[in-house]
């Protein structure tokens, strides 16, 4: 067990709709990321908060949005689903300066759009 | 741009032989870090792994230890005595940079199966 909680595991909607995915990190941890994976292929970073600031945006598109909020969960929303969002959603957490950089993934949310 | 390059998309290994998984990276950066990453069929991502670029010594952690060769690039990972549950896909990772508050960059992977 990581420590990373994610919700909700599966989730099966249809084209047009909007999701929310949530997470919280280890305890202690202040930088929290989203990492998408689609079938086959490598995890793609979508973005980064650090203590409830974006502090790092990768290859998100602007129908999705996430945002870290004072207790340090955070949350993914996907807005206008296509049928290419379907993949696992990955989030992650370090503690952020001062080490390695390892993160701490969770069992990420499987998302399906029909 | 940082980039990571697993050439293997699949590999094979016999029960109790040893693999090599093969990794290498593109980086600017003097200061960077590696990392690899176990996937079972299950879907969690499982931290095996870390090398530090300005780290003297392969890193090892059981069976697993990282093969790094700083002038190519590379960083494989082998494992040693491999056991059924081995089977995963396999990912290599870096940390761009010093900070250990960056995202980090991932290959695509290389799925092992380990055959009894």
Known sequence: DSGVTQTPKHLITATGQRVTLRCSPRSGDLSVYWYQQSLDQGLQFLIQYYNGE????GNILERFSAQ???????????????????ALYFCASSVGQGHTGE???GEGSRLTVL | AQKITQTQPGMFVQEKEA????CTYDTSDPSYGLFWYKQPS?????????QGSYDQ???TEG???????????SANLVISASQLGDSAMY????????????????????????IA
Do not use: W
């Open chain 1, 68 to 86: 870290q909020f004072p207790d340090l969960h955070s949350e993914l929303n996907l807005s206008s689903l296509e049928l290419g969002d379907s």
């Open chain 1, 103 to 105: 993160l701490f993934f």
């Open chain 2, 57 to 59: 010594q392969n890193a």
């Open chain 2, 63 to 73: 069976r697993y230890s990282l093969n790094f060769q700083k002038a190519r690039k």
């Open chain 2, 42 to 50: 299950s879907g969690e991502m499982i931290f095996l792994i870390y």
């Open chain 1, 54 to 57: 974006e502090r790092a945006k």
């Open chain 2, 19 to 22: 693999v090599t998984l093969d």
């Open chain 2, 91 to 114: 990912f290599c990772a870096m940390r761009p940079g010093p900070s250990g508050n960056t995202p980090l960059v991932f290959g695509k992977g290389t799925r092992l199966s380990v």
